[in-house]
């Protein structure tokens, strides 16, 4: 049910920017073209000329390795599903590359990820395969890291939910924004408020850059918090009150059913966003052979406590989706196609537990049954 769940996500994700809504993409790690290395055969789209959108993620500069942020999204069409082994080769020192499988037919798109050392600032053209579509990629002059980093912090956003007494975990961040005018090392470390602080180093090379610094340690009381970055950039904190706690539980009436407690196997599986990747948190449980789960998403940013209405063809930036197995292996889930036709609001979330309600309509695989869901709510430790 959650692999289920999360195929539905990434569709519906990968429909914006890259796809028009006639399509549905799937996800596959790494790429290939036309060239059938395993048993798969698969075309790049805009082969062979130029890539169709290429999606260029990382920064690239003269002397700074690659890392694994460095790669490229590209969009195929697949032919016949299997694995490949594809590679463009190194230019300019640098070389992108995947090898992976594909699951099914029809559109998908590949990451290839780039390997090596820029040796020249420029612009270069890759081509994966030797029937591929080509992207380019601009190297910045870059400068030697040796040093220390000069830069101007341009903005700066917390991530997170902040609550006094609970330990923040990998979701709590500030984002920064800068202009590095000179590359070389850095290191911040904002000192502690209320009890918690940020802290963070590493390398940069010029031009705009993101620094994210993880947090660390408990916030110690309910308010606000305020950390400053520079002389430009100020982060003003909410700290939550410290929640009750209490049972954990996922349950809610759903018409022809007697069961409104799924409290059997209880899960919570949360993932913070990483570029492409949304944030996630896919709540879930059972009762015999019944059972609901409940996945959030978000493609810009980490799940928080906020409303979020059902993923849909209108609804694809933020949203949940809410299936209900009923006794005789009928699966009911909120609609694809019709926006707001179910809710889920989280009231509270912390690094070790997340507490809401949900309510809505439900359709069967044909959308021409419903079920109703009412007085949902969940406290679910994470």
């Keep these: 049910m959650l692999r289920t769940i999360q195929f539905l996500f990434f569709g519906l994700l990968l429909s914006v920017g890259l796809l028009s809504c006639e399509k549905e ?67 300019n020192g640098v070389s992108f590359s995947a090898t992976s499988s594909f699951s099914q037919t029809g559109p998908a798109i590949i990451q290839l990820i780039a390997s090596g050392t820029p040796t020249a600032a420029g612009t270069f053209n890759y081509t994966p395969g030797s029937n591929g579509c080509a992207f380019s990629v601009t190297f910045t002059g870059g400068g030697s890291s040796s040093g220390t980093a000069n830069y101007t912090c341009t903005s700066i956003n917390a991530t997170g939910t902040y609550t006094s007494g609970s330990t923040l975990g990998t979701s709590n961040t500030l984002v920064l924004q ?26 940069l090379a010029t031009g705009a850059q993101t620094i994210i610094l993880p947090a660390n340690g408990i916030p110690a009381s309910a308010g606000t918090a305020s950390f400053t970055i520079g002389s430009s950039c100020t982060a003003t904190i909410p700290v939550a009150p410290a929640s009750s706690g209490g049972t954990d539980f996922l349950k809610g009436t759903i018409t022809g059913t007697s069961t409104n407690t799924f409290n059997t196997g209880l899960s919570g599986v949360f993932s913070p966003y990483s570029s492409p990747v949304p944030g996630t948190l896919t709540l879930s449980g059972s009762a015999g052979t019944e059972s609901v789960d409940i996945a959030f998403m978000n493609t810009t940013g980490n799940i928080t406590a906020t409303t979020y ?74």
């Design 178 to 203: 800068v202009n590095v005018t000179t590359a070389g090392n850095y290191s911040i470390n904002t000192g502690t408020v209320d009890g918690f602080g940020f802290s963070g180093s590493g390398t």
């Design 25 to 91: 993409y799937s996800i596959e790690n790494g790429g290939g073209g036309p060239i059938n290395t395993g048993s798969a055969v698969f075309t790049f789209d805009g082969a062979p000329g130029a890539c169709l959108s290429p999606v260029i993620n990382g920064n690239y500069s003269m002397g700074v390795a690659m890392v694994a942020s460095n790669n490229v999204i590209l969009t195929v069409n697949v032919v016949t599903a299997g694995t490949y082994t594809i590679s463009t080769g190194s230019v």
């Design 309 to 382: 209405k059902n993923v849909s063809l209108t609804n694809l930036v933020s949203g949940v989706v809410i299936n209900y197995v009923d006794n005789a292996s009928n699966t009911w889930t909120s609609s694809a196609t019709v926006a707001n036709t179910c809710t889920a609001t989280i009231t509270s979330i912390t690094s070790t537990r997340v507490n809401g309600t949900f309510s809505g309509t439900l359709y069967n695989s044909s959308g021409t049954l419903t079920k109703t869901i009412t007085n949902g709510s969940f406290s679910v430790p994470l």
